[in-house]
Structure formats: C-alpha cells, structure tokens
C-alpha cells in the first residue's frame, strides 16, 4: 500500500472522526456567539434589523425574523456535523450502540 492511499484509507478516517465533532462545535459556537452571519453571505442581521427598528419602530417582529434566521443557520450547521460526524464514525464501536 502505497503512503497516499494508506493516509486515504486509514489515517484520514480517522483524524476525521476525532476531529470533526470539537471543530463543528466551535463553528457552530462562534456562529451563535458572534455575528458571523456575513461569512455566510448574510449581512449583519442583528444590525440591519436595529437600523430597521429605529426608522418604524417595530422592534419585536424584526428581533423575531433575526432570531429565526440565526436558527436557520445554526439548525443547518448543526445536521451538516451530525452527517459528516456519521459518515467518518461509521464502522467504530460505540459505547452508546451497545448500552
């Protein structure tokens, strides 16, 4: 077996599989915490709906539109590490499976 395909088949895997799970989860913290909405092609939500709110003064109904977009992303985010975390942890013994 040549380096490549040993770093392909076993090595990767399971890098993977330990790697993936502290890295969604930091993504998906920062997302959460931060207003990392214009990484993924959204302008800054809270901002615009604050700008918004001061010309008419409905405050409530533009918090709820962000807050729901902010779910959105996060929900997607969150299924994304679900099946990739799925994918690499196929094929390994969890303590879970068998309790």
Not at 9 to 18: C, D, F, K, S, Y
Not at 58 to 75: D, G, Q
Request: net charge positive; no cysteine; glycine share 6%.
């Amino acid at each position: 077996m040549t380096q490549m395909k040993m770093l392909r088949r076993i090595v990767l895997p399971q890098a993977m599989r330990v790697m993936v799970p502290p890295i969604g989860n930091e993504v998906i913290g920062m997302v959460k915490l931060t207003s990392l909405a214009s990484v993924i092609q959204f302008t800054e939500i809270l901002h615009n709906a604050q700008v918004i709110y001061y010309a008419n003064t409905r405050v409530l109904e533009l918090l709820l539109v962000a807050s729901f977009w902010y779910l959105v992303v996060v929900t997607i985010l969150s299924v994304g590490q679900q099946r990739i975390e799925r994918y690499f942890g196929r094929g390994s013994k969890s303590i879970r499976a068998s309790v």
